[in-house]
């Protein structure tokens, strides 16, 4: 299952673990806590994977950070976090549009 950050709780984590689903939340500052903890992770520890691709008239570059979920997450059947992001650059005026989400 995916989600955005309204659904992203412990209390579906739980409900999905428990019938052996996966899943994958999106984590914003509505879960306060949660949201410090992962964005306190070594992320430059990280395995990072990136891609550059050119079309609509823009330059986009993603890049995804993936880590062990901390033992001491707290979160329900959690097994990796991640950090995706992005940046596309309009090739006509050269402004960048940045993105960043948070996925357990």
Do not use: K
Request: include cysteine.
């Amino acid at each position: 299952m995916t989600a955005d950050a309204v659904p992203a709780t412990c209390g579906l984590a739980t409900y999905l673990a428990a019938r052996e689903a996966g899943y994958v939340f999106i984590v914003e500052e509505n879960q306060q806590r949660l949201h410090a903890r992962l964005a306190a992770l070594p992320w430059p520890q990280a395995t990072h994977h990136a891609s550059t691709g050119i079309g609509h008239g823009r330059l986009e570059q993603r890049t995804i950070e993936v880590l062990p979920t901390p033992h001491d997450l707290d979160f329900p059947a959690a097994a990796t976090v991640l950090q995706a992001t992005s940046a596309a650059t309009n090739r006509g005026t050269r402004r960048t549009t940045p993105s960043t989400a948070s996925p357990t």
